[in-house]
């Protein structure tokens, strides 16, 4: 559902992806990030996880095929919830934040297999999304 608040800034209103609290609940309560994906393929919270942990052990092929699922389910639930390409999808709305770490996942194994325009892509779209998501997620 995309919060409609009026913008002193003149700018596009922040975007907020629905809550799955199944998918939620069951990912935070530590159910195997396969089975999450598996019984909730539209929550790309999931992906992410998924994403995350195959870098982390260096099976970059994998991440990148992950975070782009993640990627892709956070942008057709973004457009479901009026989004047009451009404008705010705050970090701050927990819900956003598993389309953010896949696009940041994405991001990160594009730049690790040299898809550098991919990787840039993804930098900049984080970027313009969220400045809290790029911040954070590059700490991290």
């Not at 159910?31 to 052990?57: C, K, N, Q, S």
């Not at 705010?88 to 940041?104: D, I, S």
Request: charged content about 25%; aromatic content about 8%.
């Amino acid at each position: 559902m995309t919060r409609m608040t009026q913008n002193l800034l003149g700018g596009l209103p922040p975007t907020e992806l629905p809550d799955h609290p199944g998918a939620r609940k069951a990912l935070e309560g530590g159910l195997d990030p396969f089975e999450v994906a598996a019984r909730h393929p539209d929550y790309p919270a999931a992906w992410a996880e998924l994403a995350d942990r195959a870098f982390a052990t260096g099976s970059v092929i994998d991440s990148y095929a992950f975070a782009r699922t993640g990627y892709h389910r956070g942008l057709d639930q973004l457009r479901r919830a009026g989004w047009r390409g451009q404008g705010p999808v705050p970090w701050e709305h927990e819900p956003n934040r598993g389309f953010l770490r896949a696009l940041h996942a994405l991001g990160r194994a594009a730049a690790a297999i040299g898809e550098d325009d991919e990787a840039e892509r993804c930098r900049t779209f984080l970027r313009d999304s969220s400045p809290t998501a790029a911040d954070t997620l590059n700490a991290s």
